[in-house]
């Protein structure tokens, strides 16, 4: 009868405690990622992850802790994103590795680089996040914001190539291009004798030749 009493405590005592857990971490998702600039006073610790991530799933227990140990702090909310399973949340941060940790404030959004550890994620997002790189952000963007950071991204890479060739004296928007046009270039030699090659120019030949006759 001793043992159930204390099974039953116990059960009570990780309900408790998962319910705690999860009032203080929030999952930040497509539809509920505008709770992030509902109060303009209030900053957010975000940590973007993937299940499969070996470092993301070290990173989890800190994380945790670091979300009980904040939640009394009304000035400072803590979230997690799925970066694969909410691609969506995710891509307005244009993450680029797993796990990423963020903290906006301000319109800003802070990077953290250093260690994962409990104490040193706490110090970046009470006073340390002002020495940490950042970009501003001032909500979610559209599609079409998304796409034209991507197209941005895409002509940096090939400007990239193209001055590795030794040709970074060319324009930004050429350097841009330029690769995409040499890997295209088949595609379009193909596209381009289709429109304009005849289609069987042998018997037209055989035919002038008649006329000749």
């Not at 043992?3 to 009570?12: D, R, Y």
Request: glycine share 6%.
């Amino acid at each position: 009868m001793r043992e159930l009493k204390w099974l039953v405590v116990f059960l009570f005592v990780a309900l408790a405690f998962g319910k705690a857990e999860e009032a203080c971490l929030k999952n930040i998702t497509e539809n509920t990622f505008g709770m992030l600039f509902e109060n303009p006073e209030k900053a957010w610790l975000i940590k973007v992850y993937t299940n499969w991530c070996g470092h993301c799933k070290r990173l989890a227990p800190v994380w945790e802790e670091v979300a009980l140990l904040l939640c009394n702090n009304a000035s400072i909310g803590v979230g997690q994103i799925d970066g694969e399973a909410d691609s969506a949340a995710s891509s307005q941060f244009e993450v680029d590795g797993y796990p990423t940790i963020l903290l906006l404030k301000n319109n800003r959004t802070y990077i953290y680089d250093g260690e994962r550890t409990i104490s040193q994620i706490i110090d970046f997002a009470t006073k340390n996040y002002v020495h940490a790189p950042a970009f501003n952000f001032t909500g979610p963007k559209t599609f079409t914001e998304r796409f034209s950071t991507g197209v941005v991204h895409v002509f940096g890479a090939f400007a990239m190539i193209t001055n590795a060739l030794g040709l970074s004296f060319l324009p930004f928007w050429v350097k841009g291009t330029l690769p995409l046009l040499l890997l295209l270039s088949p595609i379009i030699g193909i596209i381009l004798c289709i429109i304009f090659v005849p289609d069987d120019p042998i018997p037209q030949k055989k035919e002038e030749h008649e006329k000749t006759e």
